[in-house]
């Protein structure tokens, strides 16, 4: 074993949004950026309609970006951020439904890596009710999916966003 420790290379902080219409997500994008600093890159919008999961909470018509904010970070600022998240989305809360669904994640070189409070076998836990989960990894220049991928982050649009990103950081080291 080492005698130090070698520090984690920062990562890119990503949020994905989901709201109904265009005009509420870039509404969280903006009060986001607020929280975590500005947005430098942002996926296209597109509809929500993989699954109808959501629907009955936040109603018909919803659709998802992604964005990446502010300076790189540290990855273990994971937890912390998808605290805030939490908090974001109950501020904005009606009648206990979400208006907005956010889930925040890290994308690095070698993968994307989300944080939920949904517990699962393939799920490590990183705080008291949170887990992370690598969704994607980056493997023969893509990011590819896992079994428990959910579909929109299988899409080629978002993939492309990501290795836009993904350039961007590698130019940064």
């Not at 990562?11 to 009060?31: K, N």
């Not at 992604?66 to 501020?91: M, N």
């Not at 969704?135 to 079994?147: H, I, N, S, V």
Request: glycine share 6%; net charge negative; charged share 25%.
């Amino acid at each position: 074993m080492p005698l130090d420790l070698v520090t984690d290379e920062p990562v890119a902080f990503l949020c994905a949004v989901m709201a109904s219409g265009p005009e509420a997500v870039q509404q969280a994008f903006d009060d986001l950026a607020g929280e975590f600093g500005e947005i430098r890159a942002r996926s296209p919008l597109f509809d929500f309609d993989m699954t109808d999961y959501y629907e009955a909470e936040m109603g018909p018509g919803l659709c998802k970006s992604l964005a990446w904010f502010g300076p790189a970070v540290a990855p273990a600022e994971l937890s912390a951020r998808k605290q805030a998240t939490i908090t974001f989305e109950r501020d904005r809360a009606q009648q206990d439904r979400r208006t907005v669904n956010v889930d925040p994640g890290l994308l690095s070189t070698n993968s994307l890596v989300l944080a939920t409070t949904k517990a699962s076998g393939h799920r490590i836990c990183i705080a008291p009710g949170l887990w992370a989960e690598v969704t994607l990894m980056f493997e023969k220049g893509a990011y590819r999916p896992q079994p428990w991928t959910y579909r929109d982050y299988q899409r080629q649009d978002v993939g492309a966003f990501l290795l836009d990103v993904r350039r961007q950081l590698t130019m940064a080291r």
